[in-house]
T-cell receptor, first 115, second 111 residues
């Protein structure tokens, strides 16, 4: 009964490199959400995906950021040409249904540090 | 434009006493509310939720109260324990849309 899994837990990149963050939802969950937490701030919604579909990406920066949730395999949050301001904790959450009593369960997060 | 507010960044409570964490929201169309607890270097953990059709939900030491007319939500922890020391996030949702999180309140339970 594994929970939401994220890897890597820590990721260090130099400016201009690419960062790939992976999220495997809980078993039976088909909805995935990505959030970003900057130091001393709350959780900011980035993107909501279902299998092979992006449902809402209103919180995601228009440039350099992309996300996918393929039919097979984990969800990927990709950040191209990282900058220092991208340093943050990135959390993935998953849910079973998008109904009136839906609850999101979070993974342990990936801490991205951009040097 | 913060739709979900937690105006107290931090709160200290003596062990055994009641902890009350508050949350205010601006959108009267929010229909579902949750509280999450977060320890350092970990992901948020779901604590308790409440639907907008209720005004109270209880689970062990945790009780959430919803006052729709005041657009106010509170989490009561009784009795507080040192292991409850964490950051608590309030979240609210519009039906069919995503959750909006508050900035969090850091609770310290003193032994």
């Amino acid at each position: 009964n594994a929970g939401v899994m994220q890897n890597p837990r820590h990721l260090v990149r130099r400016r201009g490199q690419e960062a790939r963050l992976r999220c495997s939802p809980m078993k039976g969950h088909s909805h995935v959400y990505w959030y970003r937490q900057l130091p001393e701030e709350g959780l900011k919604f980035m993107v909501y995906l279902q299998k092979e579909n992006i449902i809402d990406e209103s919180g995601m920066p228009k440039e350099r950021f992309s996300a996918e949730f393929p039919k097979e395999g984990p969800s990927i949050l990709r950040i191209q040409q990282v900058v220092r301001g991208d340093s943050a904790a990135y959390f993935c959450a998953s849910s079973q249904l998008s109904g009136s009593t839906d609850t999101q369960y979070f993974g342990p997060g990936t801490r991205l540090t951009v040097l | 434009d913060q739709q979900v507010k937690q105006n107290s960044p931090s709160l200290s409570v003596q062990e055994g006493r009641i902890s009350i964490l508050n949350c205010d929201y601006t959108n009267s169309m929010f229909d579902y509310f949750l509280w999450y607890k977060k320890y350092p270097a970990e992901g948020p953990t779901f604590l308790i939720s409440i639907s907008s059709i209720k005004d109270k939900n209880e689970d062990g030491r945790f009780t959430v109260f919803l006052n729709k007319s005041a657009k106010h939500l509170s989490l009561h922890i009784v009795p507080s324990q040192p292991g409850d020391s964490a950051v608590y996030f309030c979240a609210a949702r519009l039906y069919g849309q995503n959750f909006v999180f508050g900035p969090g309140t850091r609770l310290s339970v003193l032994p």
